[in-house]
C-alpha cells in the first residue's frame, strides 16, 4: 500500500512567520506535488518536482518554495505566512499518472 | 480556458438509494479523467482512472462513464452506504506543451447519505 504521510494534521502560525510543511512518501515514486485546497476553488497546484533537487511551479507558486533533497520527502515552505495562506494543503506521489495524496495539513495563519 | 464542472454542488439521499454524479469539461488536448472520494478532513483516494478508449469502468459499486465527444462524464453510486458520505472530485489532465501531465480538478459534489 502506498503511503503518503504529512508531519501535521493541524497547525497555528502567525503572520510573518516562516512555516515548513513536510511530506514523505514510502514507494520510491519520482513525482511529488503541492496543492491547496480551499471551498469552492478545488484543488490547485503549488509545485511540483519530478526529482531530486528539481523543482517546478505550479498554478500559484507565488508566497511559496519548496525544497526536495531526498527522494522520499517534499517540503512546502511559507517564507512569511500570511492570512490569505489559510487553507488546507494537500502533497501527493506519483509513480506515473496515478497520484496518492497524503492526510492533508489544514494551516490557520493568525 | 480548461475547466472541470462538477453538478449538483451538494446532494443528499437516502441510505440505499442509487444516485448520479455529473462531471463537464473543456480540457484540451484529453489524456485521461478520474473520479476521486474525498472523506472529510482527508486527502483524496482514487476511485477511477478513464482514458479517452474507454467509455465504462467499475470500481465496486461505484461506475464511471465516459463520453469523450460530448466531453462529459458521470459517476453512478449503487446501493449507497452511509460512508459513501464524502467530496467526489471529477480531475481531468491533459498534456502540456512541455510534455508533463497538467490536471484541472473540479470543485467536488458533497455527497450525505442519511439512514
Known amino acids: 500500500d502506498v503511503k503518503v504521510t504529512q508531519s501535521s494534521r493541524y497547525l497555528v502560525k502567525r503572520t510573518g512567520e516562516k512555516v515548513f510543511l513536510e511530506c514523505v512518501q514510502d514507494?520510491?515514486?519520482?513525482?511529488m506535488f503541492w496543492y491547496r485546497q480551499d471551498p469552492g476553488l478545488g484543488l490547485r497546484l503549488i509545485y511540483f518536482?519530478?526529482?531530486?533537487?528539481?523543482?517546478e511551479k505550479g498554478d500559484i507558486p507565488e508566497g511559496y518554495s519548496v525544497s526536495r533533497e531526498k527522494k522520499e520527502r517534499f517540503s512546502l515552505i511559507l517564507e512569511s505566512a500570511s492570512t490569505n495562506q489559510t487553507s488546507m494543503y494537500l502533497c501527493?506521489?506519483?509513480?506515473?499518472?496515478?497520484?496518492?495524496f497524503g492526510p492533508g495539513t489544514r494551516l490557520t495563519v493568525t | 480556458k480548461n475547466q472541470v464542472e462538477q453538478s449538483p454542488q451538494s446532494l443528499i439521499i437516502l441510505e440505499g438509494k442509487n444516485c448520479t454524479l455529473q462531471?463537464?469539461?473543456?480540457?484540451?488536448?484529453?489524456?485521461?479523467l478520474r473520479w476521486y472520494k474525498q472523506d472529510t478532513g482527508r486527502g483524496p483516494v482514487s476511485l477511477t482512472i478513464?482514458?479517452?478508449?474507454?467509455n465504462t469502468k467499475s470500481n465496486g459499486r461505484y461506475t464511471a462513464t465516459l463520453d469523450a465527444d460530448t466531453k462529459q462524464s458521470s459517476l453512478h453510486i449503487t446501493a449507497s452506504q452511509l460512508s459513501d458520505s464524502a467530496s467526489y472530485i471529477c480531475?481531468?489532465?491533459?498534456?502540456?506543451?512541455?510534455?508533463?501531465?497538467?490536471?484541472?480538478f473540479g470543485t467536488g459534489t458533497r455527497l450525505t447519505i442519511i439512514p
Open positions: 501527493a506521489s506519483s509513480p506515473g499518472y496515478e497520484q496518492y
Open positions: 514507494m520510491d515514486h519520482e513525482n
Open positions: 518536482s519530478y526529482d531530486v533537487k528539481m523543482k
Open positions: 462531471c463537464n469539461y473543456t480540457v484540451s488536448p484529453f489524456s485521461n
Open positions: 478513464m482514458t479517452f478508449s474507454e
Open positions: 480531475v481531468v489532465s491533459r498534456i502540456s506543451n512541455f510534455g508533463n501531465e497538467k490536471l484541472t
